[in-house]
Nanobody, 123 residues
Framework: VQLQASGGGLVQPGGSLRLSCAASGRTFSSLAVAWFRQAPGKDEEFVAYVSPVGDYTYYPGSVKGRFTMFRDNAENKVYLQMNSLKPEDTAVYYC?????????????????WGQGTQVTVSS
């Protein structure tokens, strides 16, 4: 499975961005997908999860109510809509996928990773 993340950029605090993750190489609807992020000098952080058919999502408290993850299995893509962005959201964002995931926020559960896209929130 190949994952390609895109959509990052520079945005002012309070602004919005939509990240995309395009998948190829396997039936996309069989994959659970998550977004993680890593800021300089910090550990990797779980951001969002969506089930294979898109009927279940999960977010940590740091982004809940501001970020929305959804998928289009016909297009083999997942999206992360990020609203009300804060400077502390600045990081490299990665999409990750696996056929079966038990602990959504554990990065070791995901076998396939995209290359990352930089999100910078700054005035």
């Amino acid at each position: 499975v190949q994952l390609q993340a895109s959509g990052g950029g520079l945005v002012q605090p309070g602004g919005s961005l939509r990240l995309s993750c395009a998948a190829s190489g396997r039936t996309f609807s069989s994959l659970a997908v998550a977004w993680f992020r890593q800021a300089p000098g910090k550990d990797e952080e779980f951001v969002a999860y969506v089930s294979p058919v898109g009927d279940y999502t999960y977010y940590p408290g740091s982004v809940k109510g501001r970020f929305t993850m959804f998928r289009d299995n016909a297009e083999n893509k997942v999206y992360l809509q990020m609203n009300s962005l804060k400077p502390e959201d600045t990081a490299v964002y990665y999409c990750a996928a696996n056929p079966s995931v038990l602990v959504h926020w554990n990065p070791s559960e995901y076998e396939y990773w995209g290359q990352g896209t930089q999100v910078t929130v700054s005035s």
